[in-house]
């Protein structure tokens, strides 16, 4: 019955990536923002205050950039 339903819900289901990828923002990556701190020794707690205190004031995540392949491959290194 599952696997039905989502045969239904997606069988008429068009991606549209260049607005997918049009619709990316620096928010959607503060948690690799928050891990690569962590990564670099910063505490778990501090990197994640770090990245909230910079999404409050304005969104950016000043310089940090990844692409949405990146972050991908990212986590899937990690739960290797």
Same mark, same amino acid.
């Given at each position: 019955?599952? $696997? /039905?339903?989502? @045969?239904?819900?997606? /069988?008429? $289901? +068009?991606?549209?990536?260049? +607005?997918?990828? *049009?619709?990316? =923002?620096?928010? !959607?990556?503060? &948690?690799?923002?928050? =891990?690569?701190? &962590? *990564?670099?020794? !910063?505490?778990? #707690?501090? *990197? /994640?205050?770090?990245?909230? +205190? #910079? !999404?409050? =004031?304005?969104?950016? $995540?000043? @310089?940090?950039? !990844?692409?949405?392949?990146?972050?991908?491959?990212?986590? =899937?290194?990690?739960?290797?």
């Amino acid at each position: 019955l599952s $696997l /039905h339903a989502v @045969g239904l819900a997606i /069988h008429d $289901l +068009k991606i549209h990536a260049k +607005k997918m990828l *049009a619709s990316v =923002e620096d928010a !959607m990556f503060a &948690t690799d923002m928050a =891990e690569d701190l &962590t *990564a670099k020794g !910063m505490p778990f #707690l501090k *990197a /994640h205050s770090v990245v909230a +205190k #910079l !999404m409050k =004031e304005g969104g950016k $995540l000043k @310089g940090f950039r !990844m692409t949405p392949e990146e972050s991908v491959a990212r986590r =899937e290194r990690s739960r290797k």
